[in-house]
């Protein structure tokens, strides 16, 4: 058996399902066409079209405008619809340009990009990663024989069905009936294996990636697991959890355990997600007296605000204008809760909100552990997802991976490094060393 090569694309012989193939092929031979152009023309060229075609789109605009409706009214309006078409034609056509003429420039002449560390630390599991990938696209591929037929048919019931209508569709609504029945089919033959094979990149690289970057490991997890660290009493209701990913461990000297999380709700017939994010729990050197909760005025945290405004705990005032402005404080120890919240706790906490990846937090501090909610902000992917079977199983993806684990532990640490938790730290190593004497 000749040896496992780092060094290779790690996509041989692998292939992406036929009809997903057909559209992505379609889409990068496009892409290719268009980048050709960028690259072929001369840049002077591209120029005079970037900025004389918007001019000449307003122009001609204004011009059709006026030739409708001859007056003021035809000028005011030619000018305004325009303005507004000639900026957008500016701007996809300058973001494309920029774009490929930047990537023309960072092209290497066909060097092959060299073999990362990951990727030669990981070889063994990438080896064992690539025979499973052939094995998924052989077996798709099988599958695909008697299910993409049957999606056919599918589509052509429909079809047939809907012939009975007042509108029933053409031939036009046949041929996209086929398409998704075809598609549909397709999935129906590859859902199962994809999902094992993201399963298994799963369990083999992420507790390498994490274990990199300390007393790490990344596991598998549940729903369950969610009520366990306590967080399932400030999140928002739900119907459906999904939750599958854990970074667990030691982390600046603390046990940590940073959960994604995904909460649905069914309402009005509507499935709509109400929480999207990640769940930080912080094991704290010391253990509390009471219970502090720090909620969002944005309605994330109203269930848990309404099971506790009757009973035990009360609303903390504090002299931070802004952090006041964002959070409700509640505590059932008044003293403890404002020792917690010194200026510097809350200066960082509301910065935690500044960061890029995720919205404003709400945290409960309860015993001897802190739970911080950090929800994503719109249009943020899911974190820690493996590469497609038929994509490479190495390189950038690699690469991604451990940058989100990375990004989480960032956000970690900094919660850590909020001066209550480091001044219980000085506490508890002073009151050692008394003890010791």
């Known amino acids: 058996m000749p040896g496992f090569d780092p060094r290779a694309p790690h996509n041989d012989g692998v292939a992406p399902p036929l009809i997903q193939g057909l559209v992505g092929s379609g889409i990068e031979r496009f892409s290719m066409l268009v980048g050709g152009f960028f690259r072929g023309v001369n840049e002077r060229i591209l120029l005079v079209l970037w900025f004389g075609g918007g001019a000449g789109l307003a122009l001609l605009v204004l011009v059709a405008s006026i030739a409708q409706t001859p007056g003021w009214e035809g000028v005011a309006r030619g000018l305004f619809a325009g303005l507004f078409l000639g900026l957008l034609y500016l701007a996809g056509f300058g973001s494309l340009f920029v774009g490929y ?33 052939g094995d998924i696209s052989k077996q798709i591929k099988q599958r695909s024989i008697t299910r993409i037929p049957i999606g056919l048919l599918g589509g052509i019931g429909v079809w047939l069905l809907r012939q009975r209508a ?104 509507k499935t709509r997600v109400v929480f999207d994010g990640l769940l930080v729990g912080i094991e704290l050197p010391r253990r509390l007296s009471g219970t502090t909760l720090i909620a969002t005025d944005q309605g994330m945290w109203e269930r848990f605000k309404a099971e506790w405004r009757g009973g035990e705990m009360a609303s903390v005032q504090l002299e931070h204008h802004e952090f006041e402005q964002r959070y409700d404080v509640h505590s059932t ?18 910065a935690l909100a500044a960061k890029s990846h995720f919205a404003l937090p709400g945290a409960i501090a309860d015993g001897n552990r802190l739970v911080v909610a950090m929800p994503k902000r719109p249009g943020m992917r899911d974190l820690f997802e493996p590469p497609a079977y038929w994509q490479p199983s190495g390189g950038r993806a690699l690469t991604a991976l451990q940058a989100d684990i990375r990004t989480v532990l960032d956000f970690a640490e900094t919660i850590m490094r909020l001066d209550f938790w480091a001044q219980g730290r000085l506490a508890d190593a002073q009151r050692s060393v008394r003890q010791a004497t």
């Open 166 to 269: 007042d509108d029933p569709p053409g031939l036009g609504g046949l041929v996209l009936l086929l398409l998704i029945g075809a598609i549909a089919g397709e999935r129906w033959a590859a859902h199962a294996l994809e999902r094992r094979y993201r399963r298994r990149y799963k369990d083999t690289v992420l507790p390498q990636l994490a274990g990199d970057l300390g007393q790490l490991t990344y596991r598998e997890t549940s729903a369950e697991r969610v009520a366990d660290i306590g967080a399932d009493r400030m999140l928002p209701e739900y119907d459906r959890i999904d939750a599958d990913d854990q970074i667990i461990g030691t982390h600046a000297g603390l046990p940590i355990e940073i959960i994604e999380v995904k909460l649905k709700r069914r309402v009005n017939k």
């Open 101 to 133: 003429r930047r990537a023309a420039r960072a092209e290497t002449g066909g060097t092959p990009a060299p073999t990362s560390a990951l990727e030669l630390q990981l070889a063994a599991t990438l080896r064992e990663l690539d025979a499973l990938r």
């Open 333 to 350: 120890d008044q003293v403890e809760a404002r020792a917690l919240l010194t200026p510097a706790f809350m200066e960082r906490f509301v």
